[in-house]
């Protein structure tokens, strides 16, 4: 078995799956609506800095009361709604495939914990 062949095999399959062509669906429809698509890019911007921020131990509860009316306020732009369901669930697909790669090379990447 070449892994390089799996590797393509996965890379076209997920250029098919339905996950990512609803994702590519909605990147297109929102990509001609600029008020929505600047609408997501701040949210999706917005999130990131707070779970940045959350990962380094500090926690904001003005930005995120800012995140989660910057959602409420998305949710009512169907346009920017959709896109942001087929964004998430995009990202879930792939956030299991990376945990599925990662659980399976695992053993060969432990020498770089301390003991």
């Known amino acids: ?10 890379a076209k399959a997920l250029k098919h799956c ?22 997501v890019k701040d949210f999706l ?15 904001d509860e003005a930005k995120l009361q800012q995140v ?3 959602y409420e306020l998305l949710v009512y732009n169907a346009k920017a709604r959709e896109f942001l369901e087929a964004y998430m669930r ?3 697909m792939m956030t299991d495939i990376y945990k599925i790669l ?14």
């Open 1 to 10: 078995m070449n892994v390089y062949d799996k590797a393509h095999e996965l």
């Open 18 to 39: 339905n996950e990512y062509r609803q994702y590519v669906q909605a990147k297109e429809v929102i990509a001609a609506d600029p008020d929505a698509k600047k609408m």
């Open 45 to 59: 911007a917005k999130q990131m800095e707070l779970e940045y921020e959350a990962m380094a131990g500090k926690k």
């Open 68 to 70: 989660q009316k910057m």
């Open 90 to 92: 995009f990202q879930r």
């Open 102 to 115: 990662g659980e399976t090379v695992a053993e060969g990447l432990d020498f770089i914990v301390k003991e």
